[in-house]
Nanobody
């Protein structure tokens, strides 16, 4: 399994970015896909997840601002990030796990991408 993130960059507060994750070696209709983020000096934090069925879940700090989606046929997962804040600055990681449970837990995810940097300036 290989996960490759793209779409990171620098944006001003209030702006938007769209991250993409290209997955190979896994069928997205069989796994849970998620985005996590990690800011300097902080633990990796759950951001959003989408089950194989399509149900979506969000961390409290991004709810109503971020949207996770996927295209099973293209094996891609996206994270649309709106109304970005400086606190959203982090490296964003795409990850996958088998089964829907414990989707907020870092240790449950078996495959990770290399991460993409998002920087939000004030």
């Amino acid at each position: 399994v290989q996960l490759v993130e793209s779409g990171g960059g620098t944006v001003q507060a209030g702006g938007s970015l769209r991250l993409s994750c290209a997955a190979s070696g896994v069928a997205l209709n069989n796994v849970t896909m998620a985005w996590f983020r990690q800011a300097p000096g902080k633990e990796r934090e759950f951001t959003a997840a989408i089950w194989a069925s399509g149900f979506q879940f969000y961390g409290d700090s991004v709810k109503d601002r971020f949207t996770i989606s996927k295209n099973n046929a293209r094996s891609t997962v996206s994270l649309q990030m709106n109304t970005l804040k400086p606190d959203d600055t982090a490296v964003y990681y795409c990850a996958t796990k088998y089964g829907p449970n414990l989707y907020t837990e870092v240790a449950q995810y078996v495959h990770w991408g290399q991460g993409t940097q998002v920087t939000v300036s004030s």
